[in-house]
């Protein structure tokens, strides 16, 4: 998609493991308002149901299945090796379920960027949703973030925060943070893809003023960001 501004649209290669909802949201912006170009989908996983939502979308397809590898590094650098082909501008991990090596994401600095569903700094790993349930929070939601070696730790653009309801179980918090996970994801690719958002020796900018918290979007909708 020829962006108005006339910049390029971001070359992307997307990682998953699993269903690809959060991939299936970055393809249909793709074809309508976000000039972003899907590369590549590349997943650990053979039987991942969004290998199949690429190859419906017409896109090209790997599959790096970890268990034939030794360990992070040799799986990392063949993940390097399948991604670096296509010389993308940004990694877009999409539910991808591995920790990466730390010589992986030294590849990339400031080029990886990850989904997680759960309030960073709180609930970093798995079993975010129960983790939330349990601790009676009042709100949960999802966090779009840089990935750097330290696990769910990078810088974080924009979070989605909603109210834990008084009869939420796993699932159907799980199903609404998803919901909003599509959004936030795919407006954090169109800031990058106008290169409002920019990372650079270790600081955000949003439309050239810094980013010193994350933009939370409060509601179910996702508005344009107020920055204060
Ligand atoms: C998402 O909830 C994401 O936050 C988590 O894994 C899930 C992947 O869902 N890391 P999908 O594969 O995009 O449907």
Same mark, same amino acid.
């Given at each position: 998609m020829v962006q108005e501004n006339h910049l390029p649209p971001l070359r992307i290669v997307v990682v998953?493991?699993?269903n690809g909802s959060n991939l299936q949201a970055i393809?249909?912006?793709?074809?309508?308002k976000l000039a972003v170009e899907i590369c590549a989908v590349i997943s650990n996983r053979p039987k991942?149901?969004?290998l199949q939502r690429a190859v419906i979308a017409?896109?090209?397809c790997h599959t790096i299945d970890h268990t034939e590898y030794s360990g992070r590094e040799t799986f990392g650098a063949k993940l390097k090796q399948t991604i670096d082909q296509y010389n993308p501008d940004l990694i877009v991990l999409a539910g991808f379920m591995r920790v990466l090596s730390d010589d992986f994401v030294r590849n990339y600095p400031g080029r990886i960027l990850n989904i997680h569903p759960s309030l960073l700094p709180k609930y970093r790993g798995l079993n975010t949703h129960a983790k939330a349930i349990a601790a009676n929070d009042a709100y949960h939601g999802a966090s779009v973030h840089f $990935?750097?070696?330290t696990l769910d730790g990078g810088p974080v653009i924009v979070q989605a925060r909603l109210p834990i309801l008084a009869n939420d179980n796993v699932e159907s918090l799980a199903q609404r943070v998803q919901d909003q996970e599509h959004k936030i994801y795919v407006e954090a690719l169109q800031w990058l893809s106008q290169r409002r958002l920019i990372w650079s020796d270790g600081a955000l900018t949003l439309d050239g003023?810094?980013?010193l918290q994350p933009i939370v979007i409060n509601s179910?909708? $996702?508005n344009e960001p107020q920055i204060v």
């Open positions: 998953i493991s699993g393809i249909d912006a793709s074809q309508s991942a149901y969004g017409g896109i090209k $990935v750097t070696e003023k810094p980013l179910e909708e $996702v």
